[in-house]
């Protein structure tokens, strides 16, 4: 079992930065796949960036490419979702999650996922 606690989220103004971490409790941290999902009310959740445990691969979503950048430190079991020039149809309550299958790239359907984290909310006001 693999506990995900995210940390980061919040109020930012459009154009405005934050930067989400999700701290992972596993020894084997390096053997998951890690992915930022994000969910606005009344859609589904989506992929926004995953990595793979090397960091040999990243997935980026086409609504965030050039303004989101994914990270992780396997030392400190943690991956971070760095966000800039932010809008407001970024808003959503964002999670992270791990996938235990080891694949080339990352998945990006929320099926591949094994392990959630509880959300943290992110607000765009314009």
């Known amino acids: 079992q693999v506990q995900l606690v995210e940390s980061g989220g919040g109020l930012v103004q459009a154009g405005g930065s934050l930067r989400l971490s999700c701290a992972a409790s596993t020894r084997t941290f390096s053997s998951y796949t890690m992915g930022w999902f994000r969910q606005a009310p009344g859609k589904e959740r989506e992929v926004v960036m995953a990595i793979t445990g090397n960091s040999g691969s990243t997935l980026c979503a086409n609504s965030v490419k050039g303004r989101f950048t994914i990270s992780r430190d396997n030392a400190k079991n943690t991956v971070y979702l760095q966000m800039t020039n932010l809008k407001p149809e970024d808003a959503a309550v964002y999670y992270c999650?791990?996938?235990?299958?080891?694949?080339?790239?990352?998945?990006?359907?929320?099926?591949?996922?094994?392990?959630w984290g509880q959300g943290t909310q992110v607000t765009v006001s314009s």
């Open positions: 999650a791990a996938a235990s299958s080891r694949t080339l790239t990352p998945p990006k359907s929320v099926e591949a996922y094994d392990y």
